[in-house]
């Protein structure tokens, strides 16, 4: 090659558009919560910082995901009816396709606690995974909109409605369903949306109510939580969180490696694995935050049960590292930066966890009734509250408060980042901020 033409093909390079995923999917570029972002404001308010802002109809929980210069995400009627996709220019906010997916008849939920469009997209070059639990999942082109397949045979009564969002691992596209009467985990071939494989939850639900007594369909069956694919002893782990059981399964194939069994239902929060500890949340009801060091993987097999109730401690299965039963959040994932757990509980307390060893180095009150996970960008935590505010606050060994905001309406969605915009949902439009 010469000189010259090395030096065409790298000025080529360099000119062309970089397009790349700031935010393909819950939580993120990896799935925990964590922004390379540079710059983001530490306030704002309608008018200061916003460089757009668009009115969402309908009503949705489900964070935007980016990627290249296009904003997706979801939304439904209040019934449930009617289900949508919707496609934004990064730059302008102006709302590029609004396409209606699915008519659905579904049962009446929750309202104050979930939306009909809660899951989060997943999104890739030139596919968006969409899925409203059993009310339909579809695999859209990006560049025309147009549905390439569907299904909407995955049935489970959700009871309070889906929560669990869509995750890409290889040619997989996994969901989970734990419903009151069904509970299972499904890979689809993502380029047909045929299974690849499908896996009924091992814990029989019916004998795991309160006090040890038979538990009815309903909130002590179900949950809510994202898996989340992590590489341990070099090989990828799927962590799953379902009713009363965290679960580690070969992504490839469903197989069961370990469970670990516990006293809570209906986690919603995000497992995520570091320091060699699966860190998780059991759910509502008062539940508890778990480290659990997993089997070497010369023991990961079907019948590698943690009960925590029993504390085994047999080394071939997944052990206690350390839990906490104060400042626990039900709804909002963990955030894990270098030696620190950070976390934002349903109260509105923030804390700072040592990851290693469980210690609390400090806890405060930074907002009020929080559903949306927090972010994390630059040494700092991003959290926002159901009365629209936010709060920016230190990811470090002491408490330092940066910033509070406030926006019209409620935030249930989490926030998402692109460059050096923070992306906020409401319950009435989608914000872009920055400087």
């Not at 194939?253 to 006293?263: D, I």
Request: with cysteine; net charge neutral; glycine share 10%.
């Amino acid at each position: 090659m010469t000189p010259i033409l090395a030096l065409f093909i790298l000025l080529t390079a360099l000119s062309a558009p970089l397009l790349h995923a700031d935010w393909p999917q819950f939580r993120g570029p990896n799935g925990d919560g964590r922004s390379d972002a540079k710059g983001l404001p530490l306030t704002w308010t309608e008018t200061e910082n916003v460089k757009w802002k668009t009115p969402i109809h309908d009503k949705g929980w489900s964070q935007p995901v980016i990627w290249g210069n296009e904003i997706w995400l979801t939304t439904a009627t209040d019934d449930g009816k009617e289900l949508f996709v919707l496609t934004l220019d990064k730059a302008t906010g102006k709302i590029i396709r609004d396409v209606k997916l699915f008519d659905a008849q579904q049962p009446e939920l929750w309202k104050r606690f979930n939306s009909y469009a809660s899951p989060t997209p997943v999104i890739e070059e030139g596919r968006v995974y969409v899925s409203f639990g059993e009310a339909g999942t579809a695999c859209l082109d990006t560049k025309t909109g147009s549905k390439l397949w569907e299904r909407s045979d995955l049935k489970c009564n959700h009871y309070r409605g889906a929560g669990s969002s869509p995750i890409l691992h290889g040619d997989l596209l996994i969901l989970q369903f734990d419903g009151a009467n069904e509970q299972f985990i499904v890979a689809l071939n993502k380029k047909t949306g045929k299974d690849a494989w499908k896996v009924k939850r091992s814990v029989d639900y019916k004998d795991l109510g309160p006090n040890g007594k038979p538990a009815a369909e309903g909130d002590w069956r179900k949950a809510y939580g994202t898996p989340q694919v992590a590489t341990i002893e070099g090989k990828p782990v799927l962590l799953s969180n379902g009713a009363k059981s965290h679960y580690g399964y070969d992504p490839l194939t469903g197989n069961e490696y370990w469970q670990v069994n516990h006293p809570f239902h209906s986690t919603g929060v995000r497992p995520i694995y570091g320091h060699g500890l699966i860190l998780f949340s059991a759910g509502f009801s008062k539940g508890h935050f778990y480290a659990i060091k997993p089997p070497p993987a010369a023991a990961w097999k079907p019948g590698n049960i943690l009960d925590i109730a029993k504390a085994d401690a047999n080394a071939s299965q997944p052990q206690m590292a350390w839990k906490l039963i104060k400042g626990v959040p039900e709804t909002g994932s963990p955030i894990l930066h270098e030696d620190l757990l950070l976390l934002v509980d349903n109260g509105g307390f923030a804390s700072a966890v040592e990851a290693k060893t469980g210690t609390v180095l400090w806890s405060e009150r930074v907002l009020k009734a929080v559903y949306a996970s927090p972010i994390f960008s630059e040494g700092r935590v991003y959290a926002c509250d159901r009365e629209g505010k936010c709060t920016v606050f230190t990811a470090g060994r002491e408490f330092k408060l940066l910033g509070e905001s406030k926006l019209e309406g409620t935030i249930e969605a989490s926030p998402a980042t692109d460059g050096k915009a923070l992306y906020l949902r409401t319950s009435k439009a989608l914000y872009r901020i920055e400087k």
